[in-house]
């Protein structure tokens, strides 16, 4: 079997079966089947208890139902949940997500029956997802199998970030928080145990996708480190591989086994290998996002020689600081700007704005003053990446900014990062640029660390490119 070709199923599956369903809006199998009611795919809910739900007609056993069905969605316990994928193999379904826990990760006894799960894997030759899984979600399919509330109202449904998580939590709470100030996901994979499909499989399958620029991973243990290393670095020549890998110090490990029932490695091994083979490794959930983010909006940079633009001029000197600090991921720079450069924004603006870098056009400065400036900045061959702190308070300043700093964008080879601040509506105007297409931040620090995963990727792609 073509694991790849056998994915398009699993992630895009035509019929879906959910083996639990309920009519209680509260068990986890009612939820999830309430979930795919908009998926526009043809659902077949199992459950003796039950005759119908939602206006679909219950079958009472697996037995009933038909044999063209692309994925089950078992929601009952450990120990039924393995009869279940028996019974369903016998019905020829090729796919299944398990979302129970009580497996390798209590003992023993649910290591067994993890164990017979791999085994029905490699034997009959299907994919299994989990256990201990909150599933799928592709927002620009409608496929939604995750039963926890996750941002799925406010995430961007045309993204391209494929997120494939270990810890199902761990992924929905960081993407959920994102998705208050702006972030486009293309996937979110729950691995689970992995007693079958792992992060390999799906590094695979995304690194393929059309639909997808960017693979973000949170892992607590990387069992195949060898060939997910590998597979990882042949992505990496072309789309960005994040990963947050958790696990770091010895106490840390432990509980990584009794999270998952698996051992993790030594983290300095992992850091050092990741770094060697162009992943570029992220050490919390902010900095996943802010990184997958970033990356996914914008394509890398001509160079490491930052310019801020700002209308508050001690949030440029903060700025600077950050710029300058040494940092082991990436080397940025303040620019030089030319004498003409700095003449010509004087001109735009004020006598008194200061030019040297970071521009200070002032709290008195209006949207045609930042207009211009921009526009001078990006001509200026002595500078790379543009970092706009961009405030709406001031009087002359409008929520127009937003677009002004839109347009440039569209029209500059040079990356742009904002920097926003407008007490409570900070959110909503950095979701506002999001739409607009620009990468925001909320703070100075993240938006020059975002300027820094650009710049560590420009590294990559060019020391991978060279080594083709």
């Known amino acids: 079997m073509d694991k790849i070709a056998s994915l398009k199923k699993f992630l895009n599956p035509k019929k879906i079966a959910v083996i639990g369903a309920s009519k209680s809006k509260d068990k986890v199998g ?24 939602e206006g679909y007609k219950v079958s009472p056993d697996i037995q009933s139902l038909p044999k063209d069905i692309d994925l089950a969605i078992i929601t009952i316990s450990a120990a039924a949940a393995v009869k279940s994928v028996e019974m369903c193999i016998k019905k020829g379904i ?12 209590v003992g023993a006894e649910g290591r067994e029956l993890e164990e017979k799960l791999t085994g029905l894997a490699k034997e009959k030759n299907v994919n299994i997802l989990g256990p201990n899984s909150l599933g799928i979600f592709l927002p620009d399919e409608n496929i939604d199998t995750i039963f926890v509330e ?21 992924g929905v709470e960081a993407l959920g928080y994102a998705s208050n100030t702006g972030y486009g996901m293309r996937a979110f994979v729950g691995l689970g145990n992995k007693c079958d499909l792992d992060e390999i499989d799906f590094l695979e399958y995304f690194a393929r996708d059309e639909k997808t620029n960017c693979l973000g991973f949170y892992l607590e243990n990387i069992e195949r480190g060898r060939q997910f290393l590998t597979v990882a670095k042949e992505a990496a020549r072309e789309k960005p591989v994040v990963v947050l890998k958790a696990g770091r110090t010895h106490t840390a490990v432990l509980a990584v086994s009794s999270h998952t029932g698996k051992l993790a490695g030594s983290d300095n091994v992992i850091s050092g290998a990741l770094k060697q083979f162009g992943i570029q490794r992220v050490y919390d959930d902010e900095e996943f996002c802010d990184a997958t983010k970033v990356l996914s909006m914008l394509s890398g940079t001509p160079g490491n020689r930052v310019a801020v633009l700002t209308a508050a001029g001690g949030y440029g000197v903060m700025c600077t600081d950050f710029i300058e600090k040494k940092d082991m991921r990436a080397l940025l720079k303040m620019a030089k700007l030319s004498k003409d450069t700095q003449k010509r924004i004087k001109e735009a603006t004020f006598p008194f704005t200061a030019c040297e870098n970071p521009v200070d056009i002032t709290a008195s400065a209006d949207d045609r003053m930042f207009s211009q400036s921009f526009d001078i900045l990006i001509e200026d061959d002595g500078v790379d990446i543009i970092i706009c702190i961009a405030f709406f308070a001031p009087p002359g300043i ?13 029209k500059s080879d040079k990356p742009v990062i904002v920097f926003t601040k407008y007490g409570p509506f900070t959110d909503n105007s950095i979701k506002n640029l999001y739409y607009a297409g620009v990468a925001a931040y909320p703070s100075v620090g993240r938006a020059v660390r975002a300027a820094r995963f650009l710049v560590e990727r420009t590294k990559i792609k060019q020391r991978l490119d060279q080594k083709a």
Do not use: M, W
């Not at 009612?30 to 739900?53: C, H, M, Q, Y």
């Not at 409008?398 to 569209?410: F, G, P, T, V």
């Open 30 to 53: 009612g939820i999830v089947f309430r979930r795919l009611l908009d998926s526009r795919r043809r659902l077949f809910p199992v459950n003796p208890k039950e005759t119908a739900i």
């Open 94 to 105: 090729p796919n299944y997500i398990i979302v129970a826990g009580g497996f390798g990760e």
């Open 150 to 170: 996750h941002g799925d109202k406010s995430l961007d449904r045309k993204g391209r970030v494929a997120c494939i998580v270990q810890s199902g939590s761990v």
């Open 398 to 410: 409008s929520e127009n900014l937003i677009d002004i700093i839109a347009d440039k964008i569209k």
